[in-house]
Nanobody
């Protein structure tokens, strides 16, 4: 059974930084692409970033490009999302997701396992 557990969320002041982590278990982590999404109240789930199985390529949404960086440590079965210069509009529940493919996609439908989410709150 595949499990994804996010951590690292919390309350941060505008302009601050957070690093989210997602620990995976239940299958060979290094075989699959990973992604990060977020969902704010009343809004659709939004793609943020994705990374190939090896970590050799990453993809970042224009809305957070330059402020968010995805990375992975296959030895630790963990994917990270470093977020800098946080804004109040970044407040949301952040989810990691695992794909069935080595190459990632920006589409929600391309991910078949999801974590429970971690809350990020940004104070102005």
């Amino acid at each position: 059974q595949v499990q994804l557990v996010e951590s690292g969320g919390g309350l941060v002041q505008a302009g601050g930084s957070l690093r989210l982590s997602c620990a995976a278990s239940g299958r060979t982590f290094s075989d699959y692409a990973m992604g990060w999404f977020r969902q704010a109240p009343g809004k659709e789930r939004e793609f943020l970033a994705a990374i190939t199985w090896s970590g050799g390529s990453t993809y970042t949404a224009n809305s957070v490009k330059g402020r968010c960086t995805i990375s992975r440590d296959n030895a630790k079965s963990t994917v990270y999302l470093q977020m800098n210069s946080l804004k109040p509009e970044d407040a949301a529940v952040y989810y990691c997701a695992s794909s069935e493919r080595r190459s990632p996609t920006t589409q929600i439908e391309g991910y078949n396992y999801w974590g429970q989410g971690t809350q990020v709150t940004v104070s102005s």
